[in-house]
């Protein structure tokens, strides 16, 4: 059976608002959470990009049941890896073994800001292989020298390392990306519903893996008032991760919107109080064999309402599927 999970947005909600409602969407019976990694916002209007593993540990304490992941690190640029699996081996045991590590290749929005540069998409994915290597030595415990093109580490060891080991997570997007996580990672992770990503991976070795997909819907009761909100916060998600990773702030993801209107954002996202729109987008990410799917609720202040109509009316109709 599919499971469905809540998104904790850190570009569009302050930090403490996040760990009270990632302990709300645990009481409406998601079956796990997410949480992005972010510098900056997408777009000016969404206007928030908290410290996620700040949030990470507060989430660990407030929750009982519900699973933590991010949706995703990228442990490249801003962060060096062998620090990122310090702090995943920490969220792990803070958690009580309910955190999973999802990592990618990531997005200039954020990397740029430590000032080294953004490197071409051939050069990330190498830099992600390499990152992944150092963190799964690490995770495997003891000291760990390791010298590699782009990261070198220097007589390393987690020396607080979790009874359950941290799962890997990669996000794809083609072949290169499918090809890692198939051969490296414990599950596959996306934001479209291409069944063809699955077969790339399960042909790298993925085969069995979980795939866990996000999508960003706007519950309201009116409809109008969801598909102007997605507008104004979500407009971007059309881009295609091609443009999304190079585009350098919030400023030029406005600008590269300027032209996408409410109608073209409503004929992707599912908006308003209508079960049956929210089911019918999110069935593909089902068809295209995802095992797992994480709901984006857009806008901070609409959260409340839509734990209460996921409760009552979505989440058993997903189930039904």
């Keep these: 059976m599919t499971a469905f999970g ?25 079956d796990f959470s997410v949480i992005s990694d972010h510098y900056q916002p997408w777009l000016h209007s969404q206007g928030h990009s908290g410290y996620a593993w700040s949030v990470l540990g507060a989430a660990a304490q407030a929750t009982e049941r519900i699973p933590l ?12 890896p062998a620090v990122v699996a310090q702090k995943a081996a920490t969220v792990q045991i803070l958690s009580g073994g309910r955190f999973r590590l999802g990592l990618g290749a990531g997005e200039n929005l954020n990397e740029h800001v430590v000032g080294q540069g953004w490197p071409l998409a051939g050069v990330r994915h190498e830099m992600l292989t390499e990152a992944v290597e150092v963190i799964s030595k690490l995770f495997d ?13 220097e007589q390393a060891r987690l020396w607080d390392l979790p009874e359950t080991r941290v799962p890997i997570g990669v996000a794809v997007s083609g072949k290169s990306s499918c090809r890692l996580a198939g051969e490296k990672a414990d599950l596959m992770i996306a934001t479209e519903p291409k069944r063809e990503l699955g077969e790339m991976f399960d042909a790298a070795g993925g085969a069995g893996k979980p795939r866990v997909g996000q999508i960003a ?47 073209q954002v409503a004929e992707q996202l599912p908006c308003g109080p209508d079960v049956d729109e929210h089911v019918r987008k999110i069935k593909p990410f089902v068809d295209a064999g995802f095992d797992e799917i994480a709901l984006v609720q857009i806008g901070a202040d609409h959260q409340d309402e839509f734990f209460g109509w996921a409760e009552r009316e979505l989440l058993p109709a997903l189930r039904s599927l």
Aim: hydrophobic residues 40%; negative net charge; proline residues 5%.
């Design 6 to 30: 809540y998104t904790m947005m850190c570009e569009q909600a302050p930090p403490d608002q996040l760990v009270r409602d990632v302990r709300s969407a645990e009481r409406a019976g998601f």
């Design 69 to 80: 992941m991010t949706f995703v690190t990228c442990p490249i640029v801003r962060y060096h």
């Design 141 to 153: 415990g003891g000291d760990v020298a390791y010298r590699g093109e782009y990261f070198d580490v």
């Design 217 to 263: 819907v706007a519950y309201d009761a009116d409809r109008d008032a969801a598909v102007k909100r997605a507008h104004e916060q979500f407009r971007w998600f059309g881009l295609g991760w091609k443009v999304n990773a190079d585009l350098v702030g919030p400023t030029a993801f406005e600008a590269a919107t300027e032209f996408v209107t409410p109608e």
